[in-house]
C-alpha cells in the first residue's frame, strides 16, 4: 500500500518500464499485469518519480497518459480505468480483422 512517500505508478506499456535514475532502478508492472483499464500498478518513492518525471518530461508514453503517477492505490486505478481506452500502438492485432482495408486469406 502506497504512503505519504510513494506514489502508484500505472503504465500500460506490455511488458512494462524500467525506470532509472541517478543509480536507482524502479521496474513498472505492465499491462500483461494489469490490475486495472490495462495498467499495471507499482509503487515507487515519490521523490524517485519527481525527478524521474521531471527529467523525462518528454518521454511519449508519458506525455500521452500511458505511464502516469497517483498518490493512492485507489487514485491510480481510478486514472487507470477512465483511460481504458487509451491506445499504446503494441496491442495484438485480431487475426479476423488485423487492420483497415485487410481482409484474412
Do not use: D
Not at 513498472?28 to 518530461?57: D, I, N, S
Not at 480483422?97 to 484474412?104: C, D, L, S, Y
Amino acid at each position: 500500500m502506497a504512503t505519504s512517500s510513494t506514489v502508484t505508478v500505472g503504465c500500460k506499456l506490455p511488458n512494462g518500464l524500467v525506470l532509472e535514475l541517478a543509480g536507482q532502478k524502479h521496474e513498472l508492472a505492465g499491462a500483461r499485469t494489469a490490475k486495472a483499464g490495462g495498467y499495471g500498478l507499482t509503487p515507487v518513492p515519490a521523490e524517485f518519480w519527481q525527478a524521474w518525471a521531471q527529467k523525462y518530461a518528454g518521454f511519449p508514453p508519458l506525455e500521452a497518459g500511458l505511464i502516469f503517477a497517483q498518490t493512492t492505490p485507489e487514485k491510480a486505478a481510478g486514472q487507470a480505468k477512465e483511460q481504458a481506452s487509451l491506445r499504446t500502438g503494441m496491442e495484438p492485432l485480431n487475426p479476423a480483422a488485423p487492420a483497415p482495408g485487410i481482409t484474412p486469406a
